[in-house]
């Protein structure tokens, strides 16, 4: 953990008032596209390139599905539909088959997000007065444990990668700035549609606090420098990033297991 959660101040939904359940609906919304995308992690176990890896994503896989359905069944318990993907989470959630940015962008920073909205916000403002509520948190801290796993793998994969190909830093920090400038978007969108909201009224705090602890996150993988650079190093280390990424979209998923095995399984030197 890279800092103290943020603090609703005992701020919480009424899930009995329509306009609220339109706020809760809607980020149970990103939260059941995130996970479906999840389950598509088993394209990365075509791809492992260790047996470490393939243990991580064959587990991973399975996780993911299981929240996807735990999800389901926190949707059918509070009698709501959900609704489609903000764009920003779909472009967030994208498959990438260029395993440095899979582990540095998905699980690293993105699922690191993730915990931090299902973690700090869904456990702190769903209502303990609602009886459907303990459960739905039990699940909720199913989910947040496993997740809590997903960010770790990310973190020891983006490190050992960074000490491997330490050119990465620059388009890493890059992609570190464009996602500090995209992410609070759906924030925004959140918080335009109900004003005034005791809950909405922590958004702005709480994205500040989220951003500050991916710079604190960035900077113990080794990619953010000590001190934020002026405009234009933000701007070069932006191109970069966009660079890299451009090119990961013409990465194939190529598989490997087969040619690492024998050395994997200790037969070979
Ligand atoms: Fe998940
Ligand atoms: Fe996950």
């Given at each position: 953990?890279?800092?103290e ?37 088993g ?25 996807l ?71 909720l ?18 490190m ?8 990465l830093?620059?388009?890493?920090y ?66 970069w ?29």
């Open positions: 953990m890279d800092a959660p943020y603090d609703f101040k005992g701020a919480t939904f009424d899930l009995a008032a329509p306009a609220d359940r339109e706020l809760v609906r809607f980020i149970l919304s990103q939260a059941l596209y995130g996970e479906a995308t999840g389950v598509y992690c394209k990365s176990l075509y791809a492992a390139g260790s047996l470490e890896a393939a243990r991580f994503y064959l587990r991973q896989a399975r996780q993911e599905l299981n929240h359905e735990l999800f389901a069944e926190i949707f059918r318990k509070l009698e709501m539909d959900p609704l489609p993907a903000h764009w920003v989470v779909r472009l967030l959630s994208a498959h990438n088959n260029y395993y440095p940015l899979k582990v540095m962008m998905e699980h690293a920073l993105g699922e690191g997000m993730v915990l931090d909205i299902f973690r700090e916000v869904l456990l702190q403002t769903l209502p303990d007065s609602d009886p459907r509520v303990a459960d739905i948190k039990k699940k801290t199913v989910v947040c444990r496993e997740e809590e796993e997903h960010v770790a793998w990310g973190e020891k994969e983006t050992r990668l960074l000490a491997e190909k330490p050119w830093k620059k388009p890493f890059g992609l570190l700035e464009l996602q500090l400038t995209v992410a609070p978007m759906i924030a925004q969108a959140f918080a335009d549609r109900a004003q005034g909201h005791t809950v909405l009224a922590q958004v702005p705090g709480f994205v500040a606090h989220v951003r500050a602890r991916m710079w604190k996150q960035a900077q113990r993988l080794g990619f953010a420098p000590a001190e934020r650079p002026g405009f234009a190093a933000r701007l070069w280390a932006m191109a990033g966009v660079a890299l990424f451009v090119r990961s979209q013409f990465a194939r998923s190529t598989s490997k297991l087969e040619h690492v095995y024998l050395k994997e399984l200790g037969f070979a030197p």
